[in-house]
């Protein structure tokens, strides 16, 4: 159950990372991830480069939608059963949106604040907002 679990979360990842990405923009398996520093819904700043070495992260974009909260206690049982780090990235155009939803589902991960989608296009390259 918990390698189902976890596999489909690595699914709902790579998917929501490669929705519109072309694949010889797509970040190799075995190259290096492209290093970010942004800031949380708590004020304080996350930098991908600081957990190198330390211990795996997975990287989710979220837009905070409802069918996030589900994919967010897939992800918390992940954090709970695994020594890894989740930084959920939010598509959001506004931070306050980020923040509320972040506060409102009161999850034991980061909220990472990128209105200005630099990290998220270095990721996923084409990302149109729809927000």
Not at 100 to 123: C, S, W
Request: charged share 20%.
């Amino acid at each position: 159950m918990k390698l189902w679990l976890y596999l489909s979360s690595c699914l709902i990842v790579l998917t929501v990372a490669l929705h519109n990405k072309a694949m010889a923009d797509m970040v190799k398996v075995g190259t290096a991830a492209p290093d970010f520093t942004l800031p949380s819904t708590k004020d304080k700043n996350f930098t991908l480069s600081a957990y190198r070495g330390i211990k795996p992260v997975i990287i989710w974009f979220s837009d905070c939608c409802g069918g996030c909260e589900s994919r967010a206690k897939v992800m918390q049982g992940l954090l709970e059963d695994y020594d890894i780090e989740i930084l959920v990235i939010s598509m959001l155009s506004k931070a306050h949106q980020t923040i509320e939803f972040a506060g409102r589902t009161n999850f034991p991960f980061p909220y990472l604040i990128d209105t200005e989608y630099k990290v998220v296009k270095d990721y996923v390259a084409t990302y149109k907002p729809n927000t």
